[in-house]
């Protein structure tokens, strides 16, 4: 049969994205709706150069003040006089998830509803589907390749699928959902190339209305692709940026570039006033390279993200269609060039990636910026998402059955267990409790469990198994402190590997591993005297890190023995980042020290953070001091630990 006409497609895709965007929208108003977890609050204050001299951070009392009970308070001090309660935002989650958070509001950090507020968007969503979107990681005398996770597998496989088709299905519910977001004098710069330009054209102009449909854009990326492949074909040299406004009364500042030197009018006569009005096609005219908009090799702005786009053509756009203190957002983030330019530019900003690699050099870039205080969020339930996708499993208690006999369990009948999410270990007194994919298994969950080993059918039980899909920052913390819970992680590719293999092959000889969580553990926290009546001195020296199991890391076999290895014999190689509260409140991680690999302004060693933090702070008026340790592993794993001093 002939294949079907993707022009005859486009009606379908368009009609179907309004349907589910639609659906979207009218689960705003529902109580049960998706929201944003707040991961850690953070004020930018990287280790610096003299840590071994007995120099230390220093910490403004205003500073304290202003920004350590902000999440408290439900108070952002600087905030424009027009608009609410704001601080910026770095996201990690599925887009269309994080926009329906958007939409929605959250009360509980102080986010209002952004429907119709965001002034400018900018986007760069995926090109090709032959892209590799492995992430390389360098530790010290190895370099291994990362495969994508499986939540981000799971997002790039459904973008193409079917080739074009998909990647129209993907991109058109949340163009739509950008539209409903964007402010009526907003505008919206989608960055595409050759591969599906010209058909998201066509979409675009159905969503936001050929009418406003401003610029196609040509920027002259700078390097070639395809001499082998072009032998016969035009080398390849540019992408497409399409421009698109809300509505009439959109913001735009026409900028100029300066005339070259020894430029003579028509006239004969030197030119005067501003220069030359810059044109649709970028980095292409003679006078345009005078102002190039690409990353040179040697650019200190380079973050080793494969994508990452030049400030210079992001400050461009942000420059031209908006204000100071106008709200810019970007939900295929990348390497955060975005929200780094609006920073610089005194712009507000919300930046949005699947991917922890995503978040990681985000946040790691933005520190390094030394950026204003800014919350790290996460949102969705990815597993959520491939069980919706799954024809295996039409309940959640259907797929718990399922892990629960994995695990070598058997299930408890349905009159005992009515969520059918729990059973017994065959030849012993143990508990075994299958969370929900739809959740986070956090500190509350771990509660309950360690609660059921004295209640759950009568009680008696002498350990409780837990077995996660999702976790939340706090899960290693509370898996250490109720010893009674043991907390292993269902493997991620679970659902996958069901489809493709069976459960009778997964069942057969224990092919399904178990793994136990990553924890960090600390050698030496302190209190002490900092030579100020008004200051103390917090020191904290890391002691130890264990990874989650390599076999649950997306990686191929030599890679694997290769991260066993420095796992083994260097084990605080694996942090990429870690981050001290010296002052947790119980609810709120706030990060008022960080360090990370590749900061070489304290230690010059790129391949390892410091082992040891000193920060001074205000003394407590009375009882004791919290301090809570955040690390962030190479591969994006989250640990904390607290401690009272």
């Known amino acids: 049969m002939p294949s079907k006409s993707l022009i005859g497609e486009l009606p379908k895709i368009l009609e179907e994205s309004r349907r589910e965007a639609g659906r979207i929208l009218e689960r705003l108003s529902e109580s049960v709706r998706v929201g944003l977890q707040t991961n850690e609050l953070v004020l930018p204050a990287k280790d610096v150069d003299g840590l071994f001299k007995g120099r230390v951070p220093r910490v403004s009392p205003d500073y304290h003040s202003n920004w350590f009970g902000l999440m408290g308070e439900g108070l952002f001090e600087g905030r424009p006089t027009n608009f609410a309660p704001w601080v910026n935002r770095l996201v990690y989650g599925d887009n269309l998830l994080v926009m329906q958070a958007l939409l929605a509001g959250d009360e509980k950090t102080s986010l209002p509803s952004l429907r119709g507020k965001v002034d400018l968007v900018y986007i760069d969503p995926p090109f090709d589907s032959k892209a590799d979107y492995r992430t390389k990681i360098h530790l010290p005398g190895t370099d291994i390749s990362q495969k994508p996770t499986v939540i981000e597998q799971f997002a790039y496989s459904d973008t193409w699928k079917d080739g074009t088709a998909s990647y129209l299905r993907m991109i ?331 459960f009778a092959d997964l069942a057969s000889g224990g092919k399904v591993r178990f793994s136990s969580l990553q924890y960090l553990s600390l050698k030496d926290v302190r209190a002490e005297n900092a030579g100020d009546e008004d200051d103390e001195r917090v020191v904290v020296e890391l002691g130890n890190y264990v990874l989650l199991s390599p076999d649950n890391i997306p990686l191929d076999e030599k890679d694997k023995a290769a991260l066993a290895e420095v796992a083994a014999n260097d084990p605080l190689a694996l942090i990429e980042y870690w981050s001290v509260d010296p002052d947790y409140n119980g609810e709120m991680f706030r990060s008022l020290w960080q360090d990370y690999r590749e900061n070489t302004q304290n230690d010059g060693d790129p391949d390892h953070c410091v082992a040891r933090a000193e920060i001074v702070v205000p003394k407590k008026p009375k009882g004791t001091r919290v301090v809570c340790v955040k690390a962030v592993d190479v591969f994006g794993f989250e640990s904390i630990a607290t401690v009272r001093v």
């Not at 919206?188 to 010209?198: P, R």
């Not at 969503?207 to 990326?221: L, V």
């Not at 690409?294 to 030049?310: C, D, H, L, W």
């Not at 970007?330 to 922890?356: H, M, N, P, Q, Y």
Request: proline share 4%; hydrophobic share 40%.
């Open 172 to 502: 058109t519910p949340r163009l739509i959902l950008l539209r409903e977001l964007l402010a009526d004098t907003g505008s919206i710069y989608v960055h595409l190339d050759w591969h599906v330009g010209h058909y998201v054209k066509v979409l675009m102009d159905e969503i936001f209305g050929k009418e406003n449909f401003q610029r196609e854009i040509i920027w002259r990326i700078g390097w070639v692709s395809g001499y082998k492949s072009a032998d016969q074909n035009w080398v390849r040299n540019h992408d497409t940026l399409l421009y698109y406004t809300k509505g009439r009364g959109h913001t735009f500042n026409k900028e100029y570039i300066p005339y070259p030197e020894g430029y003579i009018r028509r006239d004969g006569n030197a030119p005067s006033g501003r220069g030359i009005p810059l044109e649709d096609t970028w980095n292409c005219s003679e006078c345009d390279r005078l102002d190039s908009i690409n990353i040179m090799s040697f650019s200190r702005e380079k973050v080793g993200y494969a994508t990452q786009k030049p400030e210079a053509l992001l400050e461009r756009i942000i420059k031209a269609s908006s204000n100071e203190g106008d709200l810019v957002l970007d939900v295929f983030a990348g390497s955060g060039t975005t929200a780094a330019v609006a920073e610089k530019l005194g712009r507000r900003w919300v930046s949005a990636d699947i991917g922890k690699p995503s978040a990681l050099i985000q946040r790691k870039r933005f520190i390094d910026n030394n950026v204003k205080p800014f919350l790290y969020q996460s949102v969705g339930d990815y597993q959520k998402e491939a069980l919706g996708a799954s024809k295996m499993f039409r309940r959640i208690g259907d797929l718990s059955e399922v892990v629960l006999k994995l695990y070598g369990a058997e299930p408890f009948p349905v009159e005992n267990c009515q969520a059918r999410n729990a059973g017994q270990m065959r030849e012993s007194r143990t508990l075994v409790i299958v969370d929900s994919p739809n959740r986070l298994t956090n500190a509350a969950s771990v509660k309950r469990a360690a609660e059921a080993k004295n209640t759950a059918l009568g009680g008696g039980w002498s350990k409780v198994v837990l077995l996660g899909w999702n976790f939340a920052w706090d899960i290693s913390q509370a898996a250490q402190m109720y010893k009674d819970v043991e907390v292993l992680v269902i493997p991620p590719d679970l659902m996958d590997a069901l489809k493709k293999r069976g």
